[in-house]
């Protein structure tokens, strides 16, 4: 089992590198102390469920992709968009959601008729 607790920390401390958040800003979120993030990223700590969906949150990932690293083909896509939204100057993110809200109506509207 330690083996898994090792695949999950590991799991997260990419998740965390990869979306450039310290381990102090990522533990502060989780409401959970930095020392514990480390024990959990190093595989040493197991976590309850409310830590899991903490970090789950924090991440923006779901909690399946925290423990078991899977993840379906919408949240793929989400954090395409919002890796692509991020990278975005502030004045053309909102140009961006106007367009993102726009496509959906449009969507909505081709699916009722």
Do not use: W
């Not at 533990?27 to 976590?47: P, T």
């Not at 903490?54 to 395409?80: C, F, K, M």
Request: include cysteine; aromatic fraction near 4%.
């Amino acid at each position: 089992m330690e083996n898994k607790y090792f695949e999950t920390g590991q799991r997260i401390l990419k998740l965390r590198s990869e979306m450039g958040i310290s381990r102090e800003r990522l533990a502060e979120s989780a409401d959970i102390s930095v020392q514990f993030l480390a024990d959990i990223e190093k595989g040493r700590k197991n976590m309850t469920v409310t830590t899991v969906r903490n970090l789950a949150s924090a991440l923006n990932v779901t909690t399946d992709h925290i423990i078991n690293g899977r993840q379906d083909q919408s949240d793929i896509e989400e954090e395409i968009l919002l890796e692509i939204f991020r990278s975005l100057p502030h004045d053309d993110k909102r140009r961006a959601c106007e367009i993102v809200r726009l496509f959906a109506e449009a969507a909505r509207r081709g699916v009722n008729e």
